[in-house]
């Protein structure tokens, strides 16, 4: 994120008198480098109590990152933290354990040749900046090599995709072209995907779970509208799926629904470990359904740190600890124990889907069946509270739930969205959907219960 310098030099860091003798005389600099070190415990203790100043992540309904590991996990990575991922040379274990995910990932999303070729990156942004390069530098190879124009480059996708999508247009260069979405499906229709698509088409992005609303897009649809443009000649243009999300729900709870390598027009796909994958931050997976699909200027060996290892990455030294974690979660779990730990997220979303469908003044929007999310927004014909109002008032209970406007084409339609992840339970839900209840209720002026009562119940329930 970026920060403003601050200019004022004697800024303090603030420091519990308890700890005096512990820390320097004369106090801490906030914004500089103090000038002598101190003992570790201390400056520990500094930085936790800074920290105890963030959030619960337990009551934080609007992100999509895993937020719990289990103990096994963290020791793993506490011992793995140091491990210098691109460093294949000094760690060919660690680099062992991401082609082993890799290979995982490509057989879960059911890759018929098994020709892929992929890697691990910091994030779904990460690999989405090397799907659009993938696809910009191929698009401009084949054009350069008909002798075609190739400064006009265009990305087809939906007008609900996640930000780093834009951010890799701006970044690289390349006209977005945004499909709107539409009610009730809340995604793009397929056809008008293909109509925004040309010669300068470098691709086409289709989201297996919007960030938005949960919604997956009509992929299906959109590869065979691309097979039918291929067809005679025509427009080769592939297809990529950010499944930052869905990549590791639908295989587990929707095996027969086709919208990976089972596609062959699908020609990459990126997945967040982070997320649904279960793993702390930073790790994203990206694959190519063919080695035909990166092309090889893209690639680079690096002999700096011994041996020669071809890579793609935005930056070069990473911690392989999130890709060992990723490997440590898919031996602890297997398929069965995704698939358990999803379902269940997907049962809690239900549930609070039906929960909000019942409340006065409500209107569910998603309920839960693509994603694990539920995302509501208040009647039209009420005119008594906003979703803002909503989400400000579950504030005061700890509880995390954004409301925001949708992408364009409906972005007069506004919404709160609650993401269900592993460890939400039931008993969690159904605390959120009381003090919804409540608050809903206040605004409609009905009798509720003082928020004074609301909080007494709530402290009981926030370790
Ligand atoms: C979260 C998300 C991203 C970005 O993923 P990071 O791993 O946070 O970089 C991209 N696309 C979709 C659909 C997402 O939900």
Redo the contacts with the bound molecule.
């Keep these: 994120m970026l920060k403003q310098v601050h200019h004022d030099q004697n800024a303090a860091l603030g420091v519990n008198p308890l700890y005096s003798g512990l820390v320097p005389e004369g106090g801490l600099p906030r914004f500089m480098l103090p000038q002598q070190p101190m003992a570790p415990d201390a400056a520990a203790a500094l930085v936790r109590d800074g920290l105890i100043l963030d959030g619960n992540s337990r009551l934080n309904l609007a992100t ?2 895993t937020t719990w590991m289990e103990p096994q996990a963290k020791a793993l990575i506490s011992e793995t933290l140091d491990r210098n991922l691109v460093d294949h040379d000094q760690y060919p274990q660690t680099a062992e354990l991401e082609a082993r995910c890799v290979n995982i990932l490509d057989h879960l999303w059911n890759d018929p040749d098994r020709q892929s070729i992929g890697c691990s990156t ?7 900046m090397l799907a659009g390069l993938a696809m910009k530098f191929r698009w401009r190879d084949q054009r350069r090599a008909r002798g075609e124009a190739t400064d006009r480059p265009n990305l087809v996708m939906s007008s609900a ?5 834009p951010k890799f247009c701006r970044y690289w260069d390349v006209e977005p072209r945004y499909v709107p979405i539409h009610e009730p499906r809340f995604a793009v229709d397929a056809a008008e995907v293909i109509e925004h698509c040309d010669e300068n088409t470098i691709g086409v992005v289709a ?5 938005a609303t949960g919604t997956y897009d009509p992929v299906t649809e959109i590869a065979g509208g691309l097979d039918g443009l291929a067809t005679h000649g025509g427009l080769d243009i592939p297809l990529h799926i ?4 869905g990549g590791f729900v639908t295989p587990f709870l929707e095996p027969d629904l086709v919208w990976d390598f089972r596609l062959r027009r699908v020609a990459s796909i ?1 997945a ?1 470990g ?2 649904f994958g279960l793993t702390y ?2 790790v ?1 997976w990206i694959i190519w359904q063919n080695p035909d699909f990166l092309p090889k200027d893209l690639v680079f060996d690096c002999g700096l740190l011994g041996g020669s290892v071809p890579t793609f990455t935005l930056n070069f030294s990473r911690s392989g600890a999130p890709v060992v974690a990723q490997y440590y979660n898919f031996l602890r779990l297997g398929f069965e124990g995704y698939r358990a730990v999803q379902q269940e997220c997907r049962d809690v979303a239900s549930f609070l889907g039906e929960g909000v469908a019942q409340i006065p003044g409500l209107e569910v929007i998603t309920d839960g069946s693509d994603l694990p999310v539920v995302t509501f927004r208040v009647r039209a014909d009420e005119d008594r509270m906003t979703v803002f109002d909503l989400s400000d008032r579950l504030r005061r209970y700890g509880w995390e739930v954004p409301a925001y406007h949708l992408a364009p084409a409906l972005e007069h339609i506004a919404v709160i969205r609650m993401v269900v992840r592993n460890g939400f339970s039931r008993d969690v839900a159904e605390m959120l959907l009381d003090d919804l209840r409540t608050e809903a209720q206040t605004l409609l002026g009905g009798s509720a219960l003082p928020a004074r009562t609301a909080h007494a119940t709530r402290s009981t329930v926030t370790h």
């Design positions: 999509y990152c910091g994030g779904s942004s990460e690999a989405a995709v996640h930000t780093c999508w989201i297996l779970g919007s960030s950010d499944a930052a999300v990126n967040s982070h997320k931050p930073g994203g």
